[in-house]
């Protein structure tokens, strides 16, 4: 069965405090791994897709990474924009469109 | 990115009514949507596969009955709550694949709150 597990399931940091979130997977057969950006009452919002072992891509002030077994999502000099849920999924090879949620990170960027 | 609409954003409904909530993929044909629940403060939990022209795929605990899920096109999957209970409040939000069939794009959500 596939599994996602992310850390912490909340940060707090000061503007221009930098931090990474990580995303920890098993799956049969890795097809893709996905960043979200959730606000309050909103759907997610893409952001990354990452696809093999050492592919890193950028956004702004994020980043992320990818291994064998776990994602990081790196937040340089964040600003209170920046605050919101950060999700991690996964899609196997079998499973189609099908995505496997982590359980999220909070992140509240103070000015 | 591809865009997939949601309908409503909000719906208060009284208990034993049925609600319908619409989800459209505006600019791409998707002949699969999926169908998620999320509770406060947590991730989301796919409810059903909802593929054109045949019947849902649901997960294991979502009763079929009460969440009942068509998809008539390729660009819309309607997912009807049938008879409402307070406990069916959640908030309701559906993905499609988009063109590269990798990628997977959200609706706004459907906040629903059954009284």
């Known amino acids: 069965e596939d599994q996602v597990t992310q850390s912490p399931e909340a940060l707090r940091l000061q503007e221009g405090e930098s931090s990474s979130l990580n995303c920890s997977y098993t799956?049969?057969?890795?097809?893709?791994l996905f960043w979200y950006r959730q606000d309050p009452g909103k759907g997610p919002e893409f952001l990354f897709t990452?696809?093999?072992a050492g592919e890193e891509k950028e956004k702004e002030r994020l980043k992320a990474t990818l291994t064998k077994k776990e994602s990081f999502l790196h937040i340089t000099a964040p600003k209170p924009e920046d605050s919101a849920t950060y999700l991690c999924?996964?899609?196997?090879?079998?499973?189609?469109?099908?995505?496997?949620f982590g359980g999220g990170t909070r992140v509240l960027v103070k000015p | 990115g591809a865009v997939v609409s949601q309908h409503p954003s909000r719906v208060i409904c009284k208990s034993g009514t049925s609600v319908k909530i619409e989800c459209r993929s505006l600019?791409?044909?998707?002949?699969?949507m999926f169908w998620y629940r999320q509770f406060p403060k947590q991730s989301l939990m796919l409810m059903a596969t909802?593929?054109?022209?045949?019947?849902?795929?649901?997960e294991q605990g979502v009763e079929k009955d009460k969440f009942l899920i068509n998809h008539a096109s390729l660009t819309l999957s309607t997912l009807t709550v049938t008879s409402a209970h307070p406990e069916d409040s959640s908030f309701y939000i559906c993905?499609?694949?988009?063109?590269?069939?990798?990628?997977?794009?959200f609706g706004q959500g459907t906040r629903l709150t059954v009284v």
């Open positions: 993905s499609a694949g988009g063109p590269m069939n990798t990628e997977a794009f």
């Open positions: 799956v049969s057969g890795l097809r893709g």
């Open positions: 990452l696809y093999s």
């Open positions: 999924a996964v899609q196997a090879r079998a499973a189609g469109n099908k995505l496997t």
């Open positions: 600019d791409f044909q998707a002949t699969t």
């Open positions: 909802s593929n054109e022209g045949s019947k849902a795929t649901y």
